[in-house]
């Protein structure tokens, strides 16, 4: 028997129409399936019905992935592609594996032979790479910094550093409710030519994407409170 | 007067239907605007008629940015928003501004502040980092590897440290041609737990996506000749 495979299905950024940020290609593949492996069951189903309001709901299986899911649990989730059923695997939010827990299914995937295809859907790490006219060629996202003041203040100074000795933009992220600190925390601790590119609400109506000089910021800042938001530096 | 913008446009990754990688919102975008930096002219065309089969092609304006363009014309590009007119930046393949000359055009829009807005569209880095099963929380692209066989001898166990230090996936290209001899580099030069994962022809139906160890990727090779790949690898 022919093994199923694992579609990677990318999700919006937050509010807004899906056919903006996805290609049609993502309702045929989820028109096509009733098995998935998803965040949160109830954020999934509101998704998929907005995709594919015809597809009946009771029908579906979910499999539920997150912080609370036991790495023990992970091989049944794969286990329908083994018996020959292709499945897909949904992020609440931008593309699954990245920035997100989906990568280890997707590793189990690879270790059992199971195809895996990834569709094309919104990330804001990329997104924000593209609109921050820093250097495209060679890049690093590095997740979310320390919160201790002295390990933080030191590893921005890595960043900056890496930035310059490797040509190499660097973009991390904060806790939204904590952007502001950083941003104040990067104009305190990066030289003051160094670039910084904020891109916050990425595809919302609400989009802001700027990318200026720490001299520039210090002067002329922006309210991220709350809003998702991916930082870049890049010192030249 | 208001400036206009900069929308960042997408394109396919090789021949392949472009609303399978594309959102309804390029078509849409596309539609609305004459003004166009592009790579290639001819390509350009091509590819706008493929979307906007209704658009006149004479009233087209294109501005090429490619190796051969000055810097010094980079101005007269973006003037049109200065005067109001919202344009389009449209990459040959994949997204403007990642492993791409378009950065140099987005990095002048902010210094103009114009406002800049990234469209959706297939990457081969986030496709591929996506697909990977490695560690999606932490992520760098590092472009071309050297050509001289002991700098990239060096470069290859340099990235293998960082992947393990700092727990980051690093992947990184090579010239298509060259491609079997990287895998071959790769695979004496790495440790044998290391994983390597070769994504080649992302979106097209030849798509190949695999994550092995060194030792599995020595007893169990694919022939990458003059196919598009992308190269990313992680030692836990």
Not at 108 to 128: D, T
Not at 146 to 171: A, C, F, M, T, V
Not at 218 to 226: F, M, P, R, T, Y
Request: proline share 6%.
């Amino acid at each position: 028997m022919d093994k199923g495979k694992l579609y990677l299905i990318p999700n919006t950024l937050g509010d807004t129409n899906p056919f903006d940020v996805l290609p049609s290609q993502v309702k045929t593949i989820i028109d096509s399936l009733d098995t998935f492996i998803v965040e949160n069951s109830k954020a999934a189903r509101k998704f998929i019905k907005s995709i594919s309001p015809e597809k009946s709901q009771p029908s579906l299986t979910l499999f539920e992935l997150n912080k609370h899911t036991q790495p023990e649990d992970l091989p049944n989730f794969i286990k329908p592609c083994l018996e020959g059923k292709t499945i897909g695997l949904l992020s609440d939010a931008g593309c699954p594996g990245v920035a997100d827990p989906g990568a280890d299914i997707v590793k189990l995937a690879h270790q059992k032979n199971i195809k895996v295809i990834p569709l094309v859907g919104p990330s804001s790490i990329l997104l924000a790479m593209m609109a921050s006219g820093m250097n495209g060629q060679s890049f690093a996202f590095n997740g979310y910094l320390p919160i201790d003041k002295h390990e933080r203040k030191s590893e921005i100074k890595r960043l900056e550093r890496l930035s310059k000795d490797y040509n190499q933009s660097q973009s991390f992220i904060e806790t939204p409710y904590r952007n502001n600190k950083l941003l104040e925390d990067l104009c305190n601790t990066l030289s003051s030519d160094c670039l910084i590119c904020v891109a916050c609400d990425i595809t919302l109506d609400s989009e802001y994407i700027k990318t200026q000089t720490v001299l520039q910021w210090k002067k002329n800042s922006v309210d991220l409170h709350k809003r998702p938001t991916l930082f870049i530096i890049h010192k030249a």
